[in-house]
């Protein structure tokens, strides 16, 4: 009489990694293919960089140290931040009422009509598309040089971005409140404004301030084409090739940035959001 050998523990290979489908292939094949464009089409170069080594190095020969003479760098460096921060701050806060009636018509939560619906998406979309710097060029020639022009601007394209994201948070909101105000008989005014906008105001404040950090550095770009601010000083000390004054600029650009994020993330832990 024979008796079976006992089965060995432990010795079942281990279950084989199914190869990559055909569409996995074809995606990274894509992904592959559009980096090489890309490459191709840039003129991405590193040896061209390293070639270039001793520029960068004139540059900042030229840059360092900063020049921080108080009366002629210095002061009127504070005094352009403080422009380009009134730019940033305007530029949110004035957005905001046509930002939140937007979003309220883009939303599926508190919009009934799909015309509505459409239109208001469209208009988001567009002044989404339309960069701020493309804004701050039509309002230039509309208004002239200065910081009325940044200001328009950012007014005009923060209320594409805001909508939009506002509208996004709207329509995450629970059906419950609002169901129960529908079958109660109140209007989608009432929904929105008795179960939609409480339920999103922590998320829409936080949006808010988000969007206020973003634009105090657009409105350092927007001073490059003439809107006023730093970046207009920037502008011209590498006009004229003061690259230690830009450095100057710079710095205060960076004192600026930190204040107001951690001024931000103050108003975050405050409300909670």
């Known amino acids: 009489m024979t008796t079976a050998a006992p089965e060995r523990r432990g010795t079942s290979e281990p279950p084989r990694r199914p190869w990559p489908s055909a569409i996995t292939l074809g995606i990274a094949a894509v992904v592959v293919a559009l980096h090489v464009v890309a490459w191709n089409a840039t003129g991405f170069s590193p040896a061209a960089l390293v070639a270039g080594w001793e520029g960068i190095a004139d540059f900042f020969a030229e840059a360092l140290p900063p020049d921080l003479t108080w009366d002629d760098v210095v002061r009127p460096s504070i005094d352009a931040a403080v422009v380009t921060l009134g730019i940033g701050l305007l530029g949110t806060t004035l ?135 730093i970046g207009f000083l920037i502008n011209q000390s590498i006009k004229l090739f003061r690259f230690d004054e830009m450095v100057t600029h710079l710095l205060v650009v960076l004192v600026l940035v930190i204040a107001v994020d951690q001024l931000s993330a103050l108003i975050r832990r405050r409300l909670g959001v």
């Open 95 to 229: 957005s905001v009422p046509f930002a939140l009636v937007l979003a309220l018509l883009a939303a599926r939560a508190t919009t009934r009509g799909s015309v509505t619906y459409q239109l208001a998406r469209g208009v988001l979309s567009f002044l989404r598309a339309v960069p701020d710097i493309v804004f701050a060029l039509v309002f230039i020639t509309a208004v002239g040089l200065g910081p009325f022009a940044g200001v328009l601007a950012l007014v005009f394209h923060n209320t594409g971005v805001m909508g939009k994201l506002w509208a996004e948070a709207m329509e995450e909101t629970e059906l419950g409140p609002r169901d129960a105000l529908r079958v109660a008989g109140a209007s989608r005014a009432q929904q929105a404004v008795h179960a939609v906008l409480p339920a999103t105001l922590p998320q829409l404040v936080g949006l808010l301030l988000y969007r206020f950090d973003v634009n105090v550095r657009s409105s350092l770009v927007l001073g490059l084409v003439g809107a006023g601010g």
